[in-house]
């Protein structure tokens, strides 16, 4: 028996079948629940009260899937924040890490894995995916991943155009993806809002949406932008023209935001509230540091120049997406607190790219700067512990003393951190989210692959066992249907 996705075709694992009728249960919920918040309207309440915006109008519906107690025993553990033991036991139950250590007593009724020979990570984090938004096939009929009508589309959001059929999310999670952050494209100055996910069949992109977890803004800088509309004529057509359009958008955001907060301040429920703008909204919520900017930059001197724009406008970038020269600017990074997300050893592909070296990330982490992995590739997010491999390689032929436990952490608890979602996962630590990994040999191993993968305490993938594994609907009766 499959784990199938999204209908109950054939048999399914007890377990998930119980999973599943929750999640419809919560989705009928979500349907018939209030939603006067969301309405967004613009004349007086009616009510006596000020209208406001609700933040969060499409919610996570998700419920992990059933999970029993699991001790892991005698494995190698990375706990995904430099720390690296022989000899340890994970201790999973009620979804929770509950004890990492030597020796733990096993819980009456535990399940008991034998952990010798054997390595131990968190689940692996990808900060910059577009499966879903462009998901296999790769059809014309699949591309929703850019809304490439204007350079400014804050309005949309990524989630709207997650299809959670794409069979790419099962070869993730082979390859140990628990969560992963899907984005809008790069042909816009502002692409939308991406959105952070569990890597879990769903019915529903609602049911994979992490909880609580932070909204997040696509930007890019660059050629893409000024290619894609300078070909048509249009604005911005050169790198003065993306500085422009950045500009112009974050001034209409901050008197968007003066408007309705001296709305919010008078207190007057029968005034008549400003226009709802859906762009200026998420534009307004970076401003309130309750959306994270995640920027698509090559280049070294335009990261620079943003940041001088995010402190012209008050707001925070949280990640520099690609960043081929981050190297060049690793002390600026770690100064104003802002993450690189890069790949191992792509460059050269475009001018942009030209000044690449794979010591990029090394560099990046010796500068103290919060440095980390990505796939932007619905190949390289099945083999990111392999990137980071390479990644590792390079810094350590260069000289630069990083060491395994510390390079984790460049697939673990960077990205989470990226996400705004440590708290909740990342790390293996008492009290967090058990996603967890147990791989046959050394992650960074050209021969590992994962031999479990656990999310929320749930087995969600089992190599030795085809019954253990999630299949999207779409791949049912295909040819290849549950190769790995």
Same mark, same amino acid.
């Given at each position: 028996?499959?784990?199938?996705?999204?209908r109950n075709k054939g048999a399914l694992w007890p377990l998930m079948a119980g999973a599943l009728a929750g999640l419809a249960a919560l989705g009928l919920a979500a349907c018939n629940g209030d939603t006067s918040d969301s309405e967004?309207?613009?004349?007086?309440?009616?009510?006596?009260?000020?209208?406001?915006?609700?933040?969060?109008?499409?919610?996570?519906?998700?419920?992990?899937?059933?999970?029993?107690?699991?001790?892991?025993?005698?494995?190698?553990?990375?706990?995904?924040?430099?720390?690296?033991?022989?000899?340890?036991?994970?201790?999973?139950?009620?979804?929770?890490?509950?004890?990492?250590?030597?020796?733990?007593?096993?819980?009456?009724?535990?399940?008991?894995?034998?952990?010798?020979?054997?390595?131990?990570?968190?689940?692996?984090?990808?900060?910059?995916?577009?499966?879903?938004?462009?998901?296999?096939?790769?059809?014309?009929?699949?591309?929703?991943?850019?809304?490439?009508?204007?350079?400014?589309?804050?309005?949309?959001?990524?989630?709207?155009?997650?299809?959670?059929?794409?069979?790419?999310?099962?070869?993730?999670?082979?390859?140990?993806?628990?969560?992963?952050?899907?984005?809008?494209?790069?042909?816009?100055?502002?692409?939308?809002?991406?959105?952070?996910?569990?890597?879990?069949?769903?019915?529903?992109?609602?049911?994979?949406?992490?909880?609580?977890? @932070?909204?997040?803004?696509?930007?890019?800088?660059?050629?893409? @932008?000024?290619?894609?509309?300078?070909?048509?004529?249009?604005?911005?057509?050169?790198?003065?023209?993306?500085?422009?359009?950045?500009?112009?958008?974050?001034?209409?955001?901050?008197?968007?935001?003066?408007?309705?907060?001296?709305?919010?301040?008078?207190?007057?429920?029968?005034?008549?509230?400003?226009?709802?703008?859906?762009?200026?909204?998420?534009?307004?919520?970076?401003?309130?540091?309750?959306?994270?900017?995640?920027?698509?930059?090559?280049?070294?001197?335009?990261?620079?120049?943003?940041?001088?724009?995010?402190?012209?406008?008050?707001?925070?970038?949280?990640?520099?997406?690609?960043?081929?020269?981050?190297?060049?600017?690793?002390?600026?990074?770690?100064?104003?607190?802002?993450?690189?997300?890069?790949?191992?050893?792509?460059?050269?592909?475009?001018?942009?790219?030209?000044?690449?070296?794979?010591?990029?990330?090394?560099?990046?982490?010796?500068?103290?700067?919060?440095?980390?992995?990505?796939?932007?590739?619905?190949?390289?997010?099945?083999?990111?512990?392999?990137?980071?491999?390479?990644?590792?390689a390079a810094g350590r032929r260069l000289g630069i003393e990083v060491t395994d436990g510390e390079a984790v952490a460049w697939f673990t608890s960077n990205p989470a951190r990226g996400l705004g979602i440590f708290d909740e996962t990342?790390?293996?630590?008492?009290?967090?989210?058990?996603?967890?990994?147990?791989?046959?040999?050394?992650?960074?191993?050209?021969?590992?692959?994962?031999?479990?993968?656990?999310?929320?305490?749930?087995?969600?993938?089992?190599?030795?066992?085809?019954?253990?594994?999630?299949v999207r609907d779409f791949t049912l009766g295909q040819p290849g249907e549950g190769v790995l």
């Open positions: 028996m499959a784990i199938h996705g999204s967004g309207s613009n004349g007086g309440s009616g009510d006596g009260e000020l209208v406001r915006f609700n933040p969060d109008p499409y919610p996570s519906t998700y419920t992990p899937f059933p999970s029993e107690v699991v001790l892991i025993q005698g494995a190698t553990v990375f706990d995904g924040i430099g720390g690296e033991f022989e000899n340890y036991d994970v201790l999973m139950q009620d979804g929770r890490i509950a004890g990492i250590g030597e020796g733990l007593e096993a819980p009456e009724g535990a399940t008991l894995i034998d952990g010798r020979g054997r390595y131990v990570t968190p689940g692996v984090i990808d900060i910059h995916s577009h499966l879903g938004v462009y998901p296999s096939p790769g059809v014309s009929a699949h591309q929703d991943g850019n809304e490439i009508t204007a350079p400014v589309t804050a309005e949309v959001w990524a989630e709207h155009g997650v299809w959670p059929q794409d069979p790419g999310f099962d070869a993730a999670l082979a390859g140990g993806v628990t969560t992963l952050h899907v984005l809008p494209g790069s042909a816009n100055l502002f692409g939308g809002r991406g959105i952070t996910l569990r890597n879990v069949p769903s019915r529903t992109v609602q049911g994979m949406k992490f909880p609580d977890a @932070p909204y997040t803004l696509k930007m890019a800088c660059g050629e893409n @932008p000024k290619r894609v509309y300078g070909s048509q004529g249009r604005a911005p057509g050169s790198r003065m023209g993306n500085m422009a359009g950045y500009r112009e958008a974050w001034q209409r955001a901050v008197e968007y935001r003066r408007s309705w907060q001296r709305y919010w301040d008078a207190g007057d429920a029968e005034a008549t509230p400003p226009t709802r703008n859906l762009e200026l909204d998420t534009l307004m919520g970076v401003l309130e540091g309750e959306i994270l900017v995640q920027m698509h930059c090559y280049r070294a001197d335009e990261m620079a120049q943003v940041l001088d724009m995010a402190d012209e406008f008050g707001y925070q970038v949280t990640t520099f997406h690609h960043a081929v020269e981050a190297y060049k600017i690793g002390d600026l990074l770690a100064e104003e607190d802002v993450c690189a997300a890069v790949w191992a050893d792509w460059g050269g592909f475009k001018m942009e790219a030209y000044d690449s070296i794979n010591e990029n990330l090394a560099l990046v982490h010796a500068a103290g700067a919060c440095a980390m992995i990505h796939s932007d590739d619905q190949l390289g997010i099945q083999r990111l512990n392999q990137e980071v491999a390479k990644a590792l990342g790390s293996i630590e008492e009290g967090k989210r058990a996603d967890i990994v147990l791989w046959s040999a050394h992650p960074f191993s050209t021969y590992a692959v994962a031999d479990h993968v656990y999310i929320d305490g749930a087995l969600m993938f089992d190599r030795e066992d085809p019954e253990r594994r999630t």
